[in-house]
């Protein structure tokens, strides 16, 4: 809640540049990764996902990255605007080891300055 | 939040009793998750069900009991033997189409604060 992100690590950007918020997850067998964005106190939204059959994928003002070789994942905003202040964490799926489950990672604070 | 529906948003438990939280979803859902949520770490998976009357462990089961007698209920139980339950807790759920590419859904939490 109200208490999330205390020891978070912390991406500080001005408003209008781009943004670029790294992941890197656990299991190669992985073959689903999620974007989910958490203001203080709500649930997580959904921003975007990909698959593990691609490599790029675009949305409004977002792109993800994932980069298999070295189980990395990106998550790319583009002119960063106030409203996109928040925790962001990446999730991967396991389907192939039977968990049907999202595993999520510790999250990165965006803080956007005017 | 997109039709599921924790309560309450604040509960606080005194030593040696058990609390109930609850999460109600209109989505026709079938699956239903329970995360919990401390400061500084990601989300952890508690319990999870994919269908009615049947339900797995998470990572961090112990101390919490779940039920799924309803396909739009998922209640969690915190126990007495949770000895440090304040935490902010997730409810979730997902469609279950049988496709590896599903989101999960959110509610908007309970904080869990003891006394």
């Known amino acids: 809640g109200e208490s999330v992100g205390l020891h978070l690590p912390t991406l500080s950007v001005q408003e209008g540049d781009n943004s670029i918020i790294n992941c890197a997850y656990s299991?190669?067998?992985?073959?689903?990764f999620i974007w989910y964005k958490q203001e203080s106190g709500k649930g997580p939204q959904f921003i975007i996902d990909?698959?593990?059959?691609?490599d790029k994928r675009q949305g409004q003002r977002v792109t993800v990255l994932l980069n298999k070789t070295v189980k990395h994942l990106s998550l790319q905003i583009a002119a960063t605007q106030p409203g996109d202040s928040a925790v962001y964490f990446c999730?991967?799926?396991?389907?192939?080891?039977?968990?049907?489950?999202?595993?999520f990672g510790s999250g990165t604070r965006l803080q956007v300055q005017p | 939040d997109g039709g599921i529906t924790q309560s309450p948003k604040y509960l606080f438990r005194k030593e040696g009793q058990n609390v109930t939280l609850s999460c109600e979803q209109n989505l026709n859902h079938d699956a239903m998750y329970w995360y919990r949520q401390d400061p500084g770490q990601g989300l952890r998976l508690i319990y999870y069900s994919q269908i009615v009357n049947d339900f797995q462990k998470g990572d961090i089961a112990e101390g919490y009991s779940v039920s799924r007698e309803k396909k739009e209920s998922f209640p969690l139980t915190v126990t007495s033997a949770q000895k440090n339950p304040t935490a902010f807790y997730l409810c979730?759920?997902?469609?279950?189409?049988?496709?590896?590419?599903?989101?999960?859904?959110f509610g908007s939490g309970t904080q869990l604060s003891v006394l």
């Open positions: 979730a759920s997902r469609l279950s189409t049988g496709a590896t590419n599903e989101k999960l859904f």
């Open positions: 990909i698959r593990s059959n691609m």
């Open positions: 299991n190669s067998a992985s073959d689903y």
């Open positions: 999730a991967e799926n396991m389907w192939a080891t039977g968990r049907r489950a999202l595993t």
